[in-house]
RNA sequence: GCGGCUGUAGCUCAGCGGUAGAGCGCCUGGUUGUGGUCCAGGAUGUCGUGGGUUCGAUCCCCAUCAGUCGCCCCA
């Protein structure tokens, strides 16, 4: 034997992963969250993991130096361009495809999509830079009712609702507020403005009051931007009770009213208006939605309303709304509070013992008849010591063990694990 | 991209200028066809990598890489 080098593996970091009994929890919330979407008529669709960069890059923004791009180990030279890059969200792939597909779809479009999504950054507590996301978008040409700005909240707050989890609560707010806010004020860099509003939770009054201060040179007028952004419930007459006059202000006052209003159905106190919420993708332009746990400034699902997101890619107006579920931030999270409790290492219902090598026949005919008949069953292929395969079953959590006769004429045997209760069985009709 | 901290067995970590240890896990045994507990025994490390100081470095110095927390930025 030759002496091999030993590559000793490392974690890379920021690209999760995880034990068997962990990634069937990961993996049971996912059929929940998708057996929700699909009770509201969502479909689904995949989309590759990769985009060209112009494609990506088309809504313009800060995005560009988070995205990976795709290149051969072994380059030639009309590679150099690296065309194709990892998607960074599913947003962007959903509006390239609607884009595409713009003859062959039914409007209003209503796709789920649920798959990892890549950026380039640095790795931190929550943040990954490979991560699950669980979209609905709903697309529509021209005009887009405004009660799915209540709907797909709604639907949202279901999909949590059916992890096991603690309970999580929705920020609501709309853009049109802010920025119709701040133009009345008279408020020039919007862009920055709202950007540093929006770490309000996350930094502070103090310190976001003396960025705007020295920003805008106008203590009274930060003070003025902050109050807006700190009402929560009665939003609509306090907001106005600050005086400001705006055509585009009244239009989000009167579309977050209307939305809340829709969302009256939801448990008390999981609904919340918030001015506060802003969000930082710059396609958001009316409704906009934030999920947090209680006490938790970290957003664990979000989204909004976008009036023209497929815009750089078709010439037809197609408005739309969308929401995600960040599955990996928040399974991460609960993981690493102890939360989630791990599931079976794997799904083996039952162990079939090989007594020995004489009885292989046996054995693999017992494991037959019990898959045929539904259960989940592997046979220990090795001729080894019982003890030992009942310890492999015992490890793994299998919760029964099937003995195959060990000799001519005996029966065959079934036992418990959990109470280590013995007794004679039928493989084809045995239950549990 | 910038700054703080960290890098020793599979995992969590201790240790010391004279080439390493604990707990957990793992393996074997406690006889003949039966797990979880207990008992006894055992294996395992280029002490992240490269260089320097030194008679000698895992321990000191430098660099580098990786991890981690924070900043920036941001769903």
Redesign the pocket.
Known sequence: MSET??Y???????FPEWLPEYRAVELGWMDKIRSVFERYGFCNIETPSVEEVDALLAKG???E??IYTLTRLQEDAHDKDSRLALH??L?VPMARYVAQRFNDLVFPFKRYQIQK?W?G????????RE?Y?CDIDVVNVDGLPLHFDAELPAVMFEAYQALDIPPVEMHISNRKIIVGYLQGLGVKDIAFVT?EL??LD??GVEKVTKILTDHLGDAALAEKCLAVVQIKNDFAAKTRALGVKNDLLEEGLRELDFVMDNLQHLPKGSVIADLGI?????Y?TGTVIEVRFKDKP??IG?GGRYDNLAGSFISQKLPGIGV?I?LT?LFAMLLDEGYIKPAAKCPTQVLV?L??EERRTEAAAAAQTLRRRGFNVELFHSD????????Y???KGIPY?W?P???DG?PH?V????????SAADPSVWKI
Do not use: C, H, W
Request: aromatic share 8%; hydrophobic share 25%.
């Open positions: 080098k030993i000793k593996p490392k974690q890379i970091s920021g923004g800060e995005t130096k988070e960074f969200d947003t999504s950026r950054e640095r790795p931190q507590k929550g943040r990954f991560f996301q950007r929006d770490k996350k930094i802003i969000r930082g993708l710059d958001y970290l957003s979000g995600s960040g931030r013992v007594p020995s080894t010591k019982i003890k030992k395969q009942l310890s079953a015992e490890k063990v003995f006769p060990f000799e005996q045997e036992k418990n694990m959990a109470d280590g209760k013995q």
